[in-house]
Structure formats: C-alpha cells, structure tokens
C-alpha cells in the first residue's frame, strides 16, 4: 500500500520505481558547492574501523539479572510502582477491609434465619455489657460523697427490710 504524498517525487530521494536517485540536471552544481569532498579513501586498510563501545553496566551480572526480573514482571504485569512505602500500605490496607467486607456479606447471604436470630441476640447482649461496662464506668468515676450516699442508702434499706421481716 502506498501512501499518497504532496509531492509527487522528492528530488534528492530515491524512487521506489528506479531504486535510484535521479537528482535533476541543474541541481548538481549547487549539490557539489554545499557538500565537502570526503579527504579519506572508503577502501583504505590503514584507516581505523569504529568499534562499538562495550558498556560496563550491561555486561555487570547484577544488572542482567535486574534487567531480566524487570522485563519477567513487566510481561505479567507486574511493574514496579513507584510509590511511596506509607501509600502502599494504605491501599493494602484498604484492599483488605474490602475483601473483609465482601466476605462479611457473602456470609450474611448464605445465613440461614436461626443464625441471623442467633446473631441479632448475641447484637443485643453485646450491647447490654456495653451499657453495664459505662455505668460501671461512671460509678467508678464519681466522687466519692456520691458512693458513701449510696452505701447509706443501700444499708438503710437493709435494714428496714430485716425490720418489717421479724
């Protein structure tokens, strides 16, 4: 497939129909003003071939066994995140409350109507020690004329109960 270009020929480009650049007659001269003649022969043995330098860190082990662990986890997708330490153990963190959650309410469906009551009751004992613990909790904090009146209170009534008993 060809793909359509403004032009029809580039005129220093070779032709996909000639393989060959056919570069127009007047152009030739202004060609040989712009570029140099090369001062080397191409067919020299004494000149120097470039070599390809060798690059220390891709032929260091570690850096092969990085490379290669990286391009394994890239493949499964499982590229390394560059986030903060702090930030991926929140989004741990919220992963599993979700998977929590999900497996919560997998269970509520899958309860028969004897364990939901079971646990509606269980619901409500919990929250009965609740209110026992905060009252506990406050009598323990109160002041301490507020106990001694109590205690008076409580033997009194002791001892008209022992009364109106004998």
Same mark, same amino acid.
């Given at each position: 497939?060809? %793909? *359509?270009?403004?032009?029809?020929?580039?005129?220093?480009?070779?032709?996909?129909?000639?393989?060959?650049?056919?570069?127009?007659?007047?152009?030739?001269?202004?060609?040989? !003003?712009? *570029?140099?003649?090369?001062?080397?022969?191409?067919?020299?043995?004494?000149?120097?071939?470039?070599?390809?330098?060798?690059?220390?860190?891709?032929? !260091?082990?570690?850096?092969?066994?990085?490379? &290669?662990?990286?391009?394994?986890?890239?493949?499964?997708?499982?590229?390394?995140?560059?986030?903060?330490?702090?930030?991926?153990? *929140?989004?741990? &963190?919220?992963?599993?409350?979700?998977?929590?959650?999900?497996?919560?309410?997998?269970?509520?469906?899958? *309860? !028969?109507?004897?364990?939901?009551?079971?646990?509606?009751?269980?619901?409500?004992?919990?929250?009965?020690?609740?209110?026992?613990?905060?009252?506990?909790?406050?009598?323990?904090?109160?002041?301490?004329?507020?106990?001694?009146?109590?205690?008076? &209170?409580? %033997?009194?009534?002791?001892?008209?109960?022992?009364?109106?008993?004998?």
């Amino acid at each position: 497939m060809e %793909t *359509m270009l403004p032009f029809r020929v580039f005129p220093l480009l070779p032709d996909k129909s000639t393989e060959r650049a056919e570069i127009p007659e007047d152009l030739i001269p202004s060609l040989r !003003s712009i *570029m140099a003649e090369p001062d080397y022969i191409d067919d020299c043995d004494e000149l120097i071939k470039p070599k390809k330098l060798i690059n220390p860190v891709k032929t !260091s082990r570690n850096h092969q066994d990085l490379h &290669r662990e990286l391009m394994m986890n890239q493949k499964r997708g499982l590229a390394p995140q560059n986030k903060p330490e702090l930030q991926k153990v *929140m989004e741990k &963190r919220k992963r599993d409350l979700v998977v929590k959650q999900q497996k919560e309410e997998e269970a509520l469906k899958k *309860m !028969s109507d004897l364990e939901l009551e079971l646990m509606k009751r269980q619901q409500k004992l919990e929250q009965l020690e609740l209110e026992q613990q905060k009252a506990n909790e406050e009598q323990e904090n109160a002041p301490e004329f507020v106990k001694m009146k109590g205690n008076l &209170r409580r %033997t009194k009534q002791e001892i008209e109960g022992h009364e109106q008993a004998t």
